[in-house]
């Protein structure tokens, strides 16, 4: 097998180093990059919901520019939420903030009980250039 082209934003090597994963790996044609939170830069969760999903895009946006692409490079996209009853409505209106214009990526929304402390996480899959 060949080794993964793996992509590392600045400064959070170590955070993906302890917890044995990669934040992004290129791989024909796309990168695909894991669950982004709105950790801080000791790995623990913004307390504010508003302020974790900025920070969460802000993660993911360094994930994107340290493989050379943007969110509109992004076609598609999973989105993760605890307690998504309570909480969509708050992290929907942050969303457009980071989003871009249409024509959108695919988005799927799943609910869930627990994310490490965190109320929200996002993963996409953007098309790399060429």
Known sequence: MAKRDVVFPTGRQALYERN?????????GHIFV??????????????DLEAQVRLAFTNLNGVLAAA?????DV??????????EKHFERIWAVVPEFWGEAPYPTITCVG????????FEIKVI?????
């Open 20 to 28: 044995r994963y990669s934040p992004a790996v290129r791989s024909g």
């Open 75 to 84: 076609v598609d996209t999973t989105v993760f939420i605890v307690d998504p």
């Open 68 to 72: 050379g692409l943007t969110f509109d």
């Open 112 to 119: 869930v009980t627990w994310l490490y402390g965190f109320q």
């Open 34 to 47: 894991s669950g982004q939170v709105g950790s801080r830069e000791d790995g623990s969760p913004e307390p």
């Open 126 to 130: 953007a098309k790399l250039p060429g």
